[in-house]
């Protein structure tokens, strides 16, 4: 039921915005592979034919080594500057990936480190192939070449670095997950500890593959019929949401919400209410309140986990205060939020259920 509205809502969105812009990065060749290479080039070029004069002759075949270089130096730098995406027509999920993963601000340095590098390289072979075009000698045109490579050489070994840079950025963005559009995406989110992951390995029907911190997962009912990505957000490793404000959040949880505020994204929230995952059923409360009014919009479903642990009377920790407690808190620890499916990966109570509400359509 909810599943038929999800994609419909995920189509409609795909029609006017689109992701995957990290796999069509360009190819970045080190500043030192495309150095030599330029410089191996420019040396095969030869004189136009025809220039019986010795001086004419030199003159014209070190003007023409020079611009052949310069070219060989400037064509791959314009190509990376215009064939990486401006960030601000980015799709906002990779916008906040580049702004999380790479700092806000070093993406766009970076590219304008290499464009400036591009102009520079431009400027000194043009002023260099422009002397030895004047040169009146063989001796000078000879000169005026070694002059103008040994400065070209000098300028790119310099600022150099700006390649370097971008070649790392590329790696990391095309390693970046990548979330289809056309698919809905399910994201598991709670505290830390509350078995998230467990459950993940359960839904998925295959083997998580471990790029940074955003696994990609497909989850599909008994005929196959339904696909859904899965983000296994940090949990057992990495810390997930905690009760602080958003300016005090580490990239990991910056991340959750980036995902939960700009993918139509499905809310699978895991509760543990057994003591075991080390933040108290108040702390958890408190984080699911402020995220559950925050992305009320989101299709949403709640899960207790480790139900099998759960004693008679609720957990209680001893920085709690039992007699400020409100009627919906003390509810809350009992059994978590109203509706919420128990469950257990250890005794498989409950998993049938969930599955069901992600792939029914009655």
């Not at 014209?60 to 995406?85: C, H, I, S, T, W």
């Not at 009912?221 to 905690?242: A, V, W, Y």
């Not at 919400?257 to 994204?265: E, F, I, R």
Request: aromatic content about 6%; glycine content about 6%.
């Amino acid at each position: 039921m909810w599943f038929l509205l999800f994609q419909f809502q995920h189509k409609a969105l795909a029609a006017e915005e689109s992701v995957g812009a990290f796999q069509k990065l360009p190819m970045v060749m080190p500043s030192v592979d495309i150095l030599y290479s330029a410089l191996r080039k420019a040396r095969r070029v030869s004189p136009t034919k025809g220039i019986a004069n010795a001086a004419k002759r030199e003159r014209n075949k070190g003007a023409k080594q020079l611009d052949a270089l310069m070219k060989e130096l400037a064509v791959p730098l314009r190509m990376y500057k215009e064939n990486f995406p401006n960030k601000k027509h980015l799709h906002p999920y990779e916008r906040s990936l580049i702004e999380l993963t790479l700092g806000d601000g070093n993406y766009e340095e970076v590219l304008g480190k290499v464009d400036a590098l591009r102009k520079k390289v431009i400027s000194v072979g043009k002023e260099h192939a422009s002397l030895c075009a004047k040169s009146t000698s063989k001796r000078e045109a000879e000169e005026r070449l070694s002059e103008g490579r040994e400065k070209l050489e000098e300028v790119f070994r310099c600022d150099g670095k700006a390649v370097d840079d971008l070649l790392d950025i590329a790696k990391i963005l095309r390693a970046m997950p990548v979330v289809d559009l056309e698919t809905p995406t399910l994201c598991l989110v709670g505290a830390p500890n509350v078995g998230k992951s467990s459950l993940v390995r359960i839904l998925s029907t295959g083997k998580p593959e471990l790029d940074l911190q955003l696994p990609i997962y497909d989850s599909r009912n008994s005929n196959g019929s339904h696909c859904f990505q899965l983000p296994e957000f940090p949990g057992d490793r990495h810390t997930c949401l905690l009760r602080r404000h958003d300016d005090d959040r580490n990239n990991l949880e910056k991340l959750t919400l980036a995902v939960l505020s700009h993918l139509p994204t499905a809310v699978l929230y895991v509760h543990d209410l057994s003591g075991e995952c080390g933040t108290s059923p108040s702390d958890q409360y408190i984080i699911y309140k402020e995220i559950k009014e925050r992305f009320s919009d989101h299709l949403w479903l709640d899960v207790v986990s480790k139900c099998d642990l759960l004693q008679e009377s609720p957990v209680v920790f001893i920085t709690e205060d039992t007699n400020a407690d409100n009627p919906e808190l003390a509810k809350y620890r009992r059994m978590g939020p109203d509706g919420a499916i128990p469950v257990s990966v250890k005794s498989e109570v409950g998993l049938n259920e969930v599955c069901h509400f992600m792939t029914s359509e009655g």
